[in-house]
């Protein structure tokens, strides 16, 4: 007499199902396991970028920034500017291509913050930033190399830029 | 009658040496020197703005820029505010008179004629170099000194192949 516990089922091979759900409950771990492993991953390549107007000058403080590829970036601009009340923004554009991009802002109208729309030479843009104010824009580290920044307000992009540069 | 103009000349010699000591000595001894160095950076920083924009035919800008010309100019009115009455009112009117002057080439601007912004433009220039030289020459910004751009025209190049 078996015992009360000893059921048949549970001395025979078990059902499909339960073989399924015995499965299901060993990849369970492992499943958790590999999420928190890429959401590790992911957190790594999360990047803050803080970056400035320097006072009321046309330019950048720092003008050198850099992030890994394919990083999901948080930058975050501040402009310090005291006196002169003139907007300030941060655009990323594709390498070679700033000063054909500061030049198409100037045909961009102010209320589109002196943004080409639709340019896909602009990877990335915050709004248009009063003084005293900070912006922020999220984007996805492009490919490695270096990449222009400029401020499209016009007649800015000729001084006002830096680069990113992205590492493998 | 020579000695009295030997005398007189002695005198006018020792006047303008006191007072260009005491303009040194001054200049030495100012309270926020980094602040006048950026009121006048900002200053020349507005005027080569104005400069590019006249290069490029940009006349409608113009404007604008003596707008940000005359508000920039209060970093400067902050920067001497704990100078000494005298100098202060020295500043204050070259100041006023290089205001006027970015005020003329916004106006001249509006004729769109080349030939007369480049000549206020020039004005501008000469008004404001007279506003650097009452400060010493270590905090003197003069209008076409600010540096080219950090990086060449389009910087960036291709992206790297790795």
């Keep these: ?168 | 009658m020579s000695a009295t103009v030997n005398r007189s000349l002695a005198l006018i010699a020792g006047a303008t040496a006191g007072l260009f000591l005491a303009a040194a000595g001054h200049a030495a001894e100012l309270k926020s020197p980094e602040m006048v160095k950026t009121g006048l950076r900002i200053l020349a920083s507005v005027y080569a703005d104005m400069d590019r924009k006249l290069a490029a035919d940009q006349f409608d800008r113009l404007p604008h820029e003596n707008q940000e010309f005359q508000e920039g100019s209060g970093a400067l009115r902050d920067a001497i505010a704990n100078e000494p009455a005298g100098f202060k009112a020295q500043v204050q009117s070259s100041l006023a008179s290089t205001l006027t002057a970015a005020n003329q080439v916004a106006e001249v601007s509006k004729s769109h004629d080349k030939a007369k912004v480049q000549s206020a433009l020039s004005a501008l220039a000469v008004s404001m170099r007279s506003l650097n030289a009452l400060f010493p020459e270590s905090v003197r910004v003069e209008p076409g000194s600010v540096e080219a751009p950090h990086h060449p025209p389009g910087a960036g190049g291709p992206p790297k192949t790795s």
């Design chain 1, 1 to 168: 007499m078996p015992p009360p516990s000893c059921t048949p089922s549970s001395t025979t091979a078990p059902s499909p199902l339960r073989r399924r759900l015995t499965f299901a409950a060993l990849l369970l771990p492992t499943a958790l396991l590999g999420d928190l492993a890429s959401a590790s991953t992911a957190q790594s390549k999360r990047v803050q970028l803080t970056i400035a107007s320097d006072g009321d000058l046309l330019a950048f403080k720092p003008d050198h920034l850099t992030c890994v590829t394919k990083a999901l970036v948080h930058l975050t601009f501040y402009h310090t500017g005291k006196y002169i009340s003139q907007q300030h923004n941060w655009v990323l554009t594709m390498p070679g291509a700033a000063d054909a991009v500061a030049q198409a802002a100037m045909t961009a109208d102010e209320k589109n913050g002196w943004r080409p729309q639709s340019d896909r030479r602009v990877l990335a843009a915050t709004p248009p930033c009063d003084k005293g104010q900070h912006v922020s824009v999220d984007f996805i580290a492009p490919a490695p190399g270096d990449y222009p920044f400029i401020c499209t307000t016009p007649g800015h992009g000729a001084v006002m830029r830096g680069i990113l540069h992205v590492t493998p």
